[in-house]
C-alpha cells in the first residue's frame, strides 16, 4: 500500500462508537451505493437540486477527454505573451482556483494567476495597478452567468484592457459558464478568446475538478492530466462496490455527521505548509453544504493553533499532512490536542497535487454527512437572503442617490460577553486583503479563543457570502456576528466606477455589507457592526486591545 492510499491516522477516543455506529446505518440502508446511482432520496423526497446536482461524481470522463485541449489552451496562454491570468469570479468558481494556485503554483514559462474575489474598491484598484492589461489574460467565471460580482468586474476591466489594446480587447477575455447562460451569450457578442462551457449538472462548489477549476489550472501550467489522475484514484476508493469502512469519503462524511450529532460540529481544519490554503475550500463545501435547516458543521479554517485548553469540547480536528513539508510545530500541536482527548485525524498526501485527490474526498464526504444529518447539500437556500436585501439597498440608492444610513457601531467586546459554550464568533471584514490585516484578524481570532474558548472564522466579504454566509442564516442559531468595515477606504476619488452603472465599487461593497447585516437580524442572529476608519490593520489592532 502506497502512503497515498494508507488510512488516515485516527484518535477519537469515546467517540469510535459512534462512528462505527454511523458506518454501520450507511451500509444498511446503502447509502454509498444510492449516492453513486444518483438516488435523491438519500436526502430528500423531492428531486429538485439533487438530480441535477451530483455530475461532480462523474466529471473523471468528461475531463479526460478534455485534457489535450486543456494543454492546448495552457500552452497558447503561455505563447500569447501573457504575464497575468486574473480569475473574476465568486465562491465555488474562485476558490477551488485559489487553491490550486496556492498549492501548486504556475510552471516555468506560465503566467502567474491572481484570483479577484471582491469588490471592495482598494482590492480592485490592487490588482489594476499590479497588472500590464496588454499582457493580462481575464478568465470571467460564473456557473449561472448572472452573478454581480463578477459581471462588474467584467466590465471595469473590459474598459481598462480596451484603453490600452483597442479592438483587440476580447483576446484578453476567456469564459467559464453554463451553457446557454448570460454570461455565455456574453462572450459571444464581446468576442472572447474562448468559451468553456461546463456540464450543468455540478453545483459550484463541487466544481472544481470540471472546467471551473482545471481552466485556470491550465492557464498557468498546472498538469492537469495529474490532478485528475490523483482525483479518479481517490474516486475508485470511493466505490459503492467498496466495504463502507474501507471508503475514505464515507468514511469521513461518518465521522463528521456522528461527531456533529455528539455536538462536535466545530471542524478545525490544519494543514501543512504548502497546501495551507486548502481550508478556504473545504470551508466553503461544508459550510454552504451542511448549515441549513437549523444545523450544520462549522467549518474553522486558518485558525491559528492553540494549547489543548483553550478549546471548548465542541472541536473535531483534521489535520492534512504533506509528506515532506516543515510538519514539526504542526505535528506536535495535534499530538497534544490527540492526547488531551480532541478527537483527531490526520490525512496523508504525498505532494500537493493530492489535493486534487482530498477535493473528490470531501465532496463525497460532505455527501455522506449530509445525508446523516439530515439536510440537502446541494442547495442552498439562504444565500438568497443576502441577495435579496443588497438589491434592496441598491434600489433605494437608485431612487434617493444615496445609500440609507448604515447600521449603528457597536461593541465586539459587547458582542462577546454573551458568548456561551458552543457558541463561535464569525468576523466578517468588508476590507481588501493585506498582509497586515490578515496578521491583525490572527491574533484577534487567538485572544478570543484565549478569553472566551469558543471557536473562530474569519471571511473577506463579499467573498464569504458565496461560502460561509448560508451556514451564517441557515445553520444553529450558535453564532456571533462581528461585521468589520472601513467606510473611509475607498472613498470619494478612491471609488472605482463601474462603466454603464449607476454606482461605483464602493456604493456596491457598502449596499453588500448593509445586506447582509439586514439578513443576519431579520434570521435572529447576534450581530455587531465596527467601523475599522481610517486603518482596517489598525482597526483590528484596536479591538484586539479592547479584549
Not at 402 to 419: F, T, Y
Not at 429 to 441: L, M, N
Amino acid at each position: 500500500m502506497t502512503e497515498r492510499a494508507a488510512r488516515p491516522t485516527v484518535a477519537l477516543g469515546s467517540y469510535t462508537a459512534d462512528v462505527t455506529d454511523a458506518l454501520k446505518r450507511l451500509d444498511e440502508q446503502a447509502v454509498v451505493q444510492r449516492i453513486w446511482s444518483g438516488d435523491h432520496t438519500v436526502w430528500r423526497d423531492d428531486p429538485a437540486e439533487i438530480e441535477n446536482r451530483l455530475g461532480w461524481l462523474h466529471t473523471d470522463g468528461d475531463m479526460k477527454r478534455e485534457v489535450d485541449a486543456l494543454g492546448t489552451f495552457g500552452g497558447n496562454v503561455r505563447d500569447g505573451g501573457f504575464r497575468d491570468v486574473v480569475l473574476l469570479g465568486m465562491g465555488g468558481s474562485s476558490l477551488g482556483p485559489e487553491v490550486i494556485r496556492a498549492s501548486i503554483g504556475s510552471a516555468d514559462g506560465f503566467p502567474e494567476l491572481t484570483v479577484l474575489d471582491s469588490t471592495v474598491p482598494a482590492w480592485v484598484r490592487s490588482v489594476t495597478a499590479a497588472i500590464d492589461p496588454r499582457k493580462t489574460l481575464f478568465i470571467v467565471s460564473s456557473k449561472s452567468g448572472s452573478t454581480i460580482e463578477p459581471n462588474v468586474l467584467y466590465k471595469h476591466f473590459r474598459g481598462v484592457v480596451a484603453e490600452a489594446v483597442g479592438e483587440s480587447a476580447g483576446d484578453h477575455f476567456v469564459a467559464v459558464t453554463d451553457p446557454g447562460s448570460p454570461l455565455a451569450s456574453l462572450a459571444a457578442a464581446d468576442g472572447f478568446r474562448r468559451l468553456f462551457e461546463n456540464r450543468t449538472d455540478i453545483g459550484g462548489r463541487y466544481s472544481v475538478l470540471s472546467h471551473f477549476g482545471l481552466v485556470p489550472a491550465a492557464a498557468i501550467g498546472v498538469d492537469v492530466a495529474r490532478l485528475l489522475e490523483r482525483a479518479n484514484d481517490m474516486g475508485a476508493r470511493c466505490d459503492a462496490a467498496l466495504d463502507v469502512p474501507s471508503n475514505p469519503g464515507a468514511w469521513l462524511g461518518a465521522m463528521l455527521g456522528a461527531l456533529a450529532l455528539k455536538g462536535r460540529d466545530k471542524l478545525t481544519i490544519v494543514a501543512s505548509p504548502s497546501v495551507a490554503s486548502i481550508g478556504l475550500w473545504i470551508e466553503q463545501l461544508i459550510a454552504e453544504s451542511t448549515g441549513k435547516d437549523g444545523t450544520g458543521i462549522v467549518p474553522v479554517a486558518g485558525e491559528p493553533l492553540g494549547s489543548p485548553e483553550e478549546y471548548g469540547d465542541d472541536r473535531v480536528f483534521v489535520y492534512l499532512r504533506v509528506s515532506g513539508d516543515d510538519n514539526a510545530v504542526l505535528d506536535v500541536a495535534t499530538e497534544r490536542l490527540a492526547g488531551a482527548g480532541h478527537p483527531l485525524v490526520q490525512l496523508v498526501l504525498t505532494d500537493a497535487y493530492d489535493i486534487a485527490a482530498e477535493f473528490f474526498r470531501w465532496e463525497f464526504a460532505t455527501a455522506v454527512a449530509g445525508s446523516i444529518l439530515g439536510v440537502q447539500p446541494f442547495d442552498q437556500p439562504n444565500v438568497q437572503a443576502a441577495k435579496d436585501a443588497t438589491d434592496r439597498v441598491l434600489d433605494g440608492y437608485r431612487a434617493a442617490g444615496a445609500l440609507p444610513d448604515a447600521a449603528p457601531v457597536s461593541s465586539a467586546k459587547e458582542l462577546l460577553a454573551g458568548a456561551r459554550p458552543g457558541d463561535y464568533l464569525a468576523v466578517m471584514a468588508y476590507v481588501a486583503q493585506s498582509g497586515g490585516v490578515d496578521a491583525a484578524a490572527a491574533a484577534l481570532r487567538k485572544r478570543v479563543m484565549e478569553r472566551y474558548k469558543i471557536a473562530t472564522t474569519f471571511g473577506y466579504g463579499p467573498r464569504f457570502l458565496h461560502s460561509t454566509g448560508q451556514l451564517h442564516k441557515g445553520g444553529a442559531n450558535s453564532g456571533l456576528f462581528l461585521q468589520l468595515t472601513c467606510d473611509a477606504q475607498g472613498d470619494g476619488e478612491d471609488d472605482v466606477a463601474i462603466p454603464g452603472g449607476d454606482f461605483g465599487f464602493r456604493t456596491l461593497v457598502a449596499a453588500q455589507a448593509l445586506g447582509d447585516f439586514e439578513a443576519l437580524g431579520a434570521a435572529g442572529r447576534r450581530v455587531a457592526r465596527v467601523d475599522l476608519s481610517p486603518d482596517a490593520e489598525a482597526g483590528i489592532l484596536r479591538l484586539l486591545a479592547e479584549l
